[in-house]
């Protein structure tokens, strides 16, 4: 699939077919390689000059809006795709692909009536785009949200003994709970066990001897249980983190981890279900966003040929997607399809460094005899 296209149209002095084969019949001869399509644009409503005029100073921020929500999504799509390990698949435009979409290009007249004001097609093109746009935030911060809460819990379960959840580790008969006993739970590090076991006894009084027992130990730290008197478990405490040992709070609770696993079984089925359907989402919704984004450049080839080549509507609308080595070559051969005093003019402008002010009115900083933009799929 070609990711990087050139719209352009050139102005036509006999006939549009004319000027078709003059562009193909080159194109054989000396690019060979770049494919080249016509690019069908139906007759829209040009309205007034100052109306045009107004509506050239919004084309390429329009331009930069509409792309930008499209390369978003397509974004989102990459990286839906990535996590769930699926196949990447084609994007399309209601099953076709959207670089065919864009080289067979046929106006959609139902959702964009050609009889509407210039300034009406382009705002409805916007307001569609930005509706997408404000579903797309709420969809994927809802899926985030989810994906967040089982990141917190993951990092809890396979983080270090300082912070991760305990339940897992901690059997019922490792503890002993009674109306004067109880047990803690000690996180020593790794370098300091022979410390604790030969201090712990001491750290405080009535602590039952010989109780510690190792129940897990990680890269960094060991987890010990101590049985003693309840009353002297503050105590303890403080002594064991003047020792640089941590105690954990930590309540066994059979309902409490049955809670905590079923909440974490829900959390997994919701972001998959999630992320499908947000993926979904995102396949049609990048489809609609394209449609729109190719009715825009239709718009905006058109607006740019007027203001530029006057009226009534003389142009040649084409899609080219030239190799990066012959790039250089089909310019060449658009500017000598276009009045040779007009390429002359502009060839020389843009050698003095002025291309910028002699841009296409819309503000495109590509500077041609033609108007000329470049559109990119990837």
């Known amino acids: 699939m070609t990711f990087r296209y050139w719209v352009v149209s050139l102005p036509v002095k006999d006939s549009s077919s004319t000027l078709w084969n003059r562009l193909q019949d080159q194109i054989s001869k000396h690019s060979f390689d770049t494919p ?68 067979r290009f046929v106006w959609d007249e139902a959702k964009y009536p050609t009889m509407s004001p210039l300034k009406e097609v382009v705002d409805n093109i916007q307001s569609q785009v930005a509706k997408i746009e404000d579903d797309l935030k709420v969809r994927v911060a809802e899926y985030n949200n989810v994906r967040g809460q089982l990141n917190a819990i993951n990092r809890k379960q396979s983080g270090s003994l300082a912070v991760r959840d305990l339940s897992s580790l901690v059997k019922p008969e490792d503890i002993v709970a009674s109306e004067h006993l109880e047990t803690l739970l000690a996180v020593v590090p790794k370098y300091s066990q022979k410390d604790w076991l030969a201090c712990y006894e001491t750290l405080t009084d009535y602590v039952v001897p010989r109780s510690s027992k190792k129940l897990f130990e990680d890269n960094e730290y060991a987890l010990y249980t101590v049985t003693l008197f309840t009353r002297v478990a503050d105590n303890f405490r403080t002594s064991a983190r003047e020792k640089g040992f941590q105690v954990r709070d930590f309540e066994h609770s059979v309902e409490a981890q049955e809670t905590r696993k079923q909440e974490l079984e829900k959390l997994v089925q919701d972001q998959e279900s999630l992320r499908s359907s947000l993926l979904q989402w995102c396949y049609t919704s990048y489809g609609e966003v394209f449609s729109s984004w190719m009715h825009f450049c239709a718009v905006r080839i058109f607006a740019e040929s007027i203001m530029r080549y006057g009226l009534p509507p003389a142009f040649l609308a084409c899609v080219l997607s030239p190799a990066v080595k012959s790039e250089k070559k089909v310019r060449s051969i658009l500017e000598r399809l276009c009045d040779s005093t007009n390429s002359l003019y502009w060839k020389s402008e843009e050698d003095a460094g002025a291309g910028g002010a002699m841009a296409g009115l819309a503000g495109d900083s590509e500077t041609h005899p033609y108007v000329s933009f470049t559109i990119n799929l990837a």
């Open 36 to 103: 080249v399509y016509r690019f069908n644009i139906p007759n829209l409503r040009v309205g007034t000059l100052d109306s045009l005029l107004a509506l050239g100073d919004d084309l390429l921020k329009s331009n930069s809006f509409v792309e930008g929500v499209s390369q978003k999504i397509r974004r989102q799509i990459e990286e839906l795709e990535r996590i769930s390990g699926v196949e990447s698949n084609a994007l399309t435009v209601d099953g076709v692909p959207v670089d065919s979409y864009l080289t």
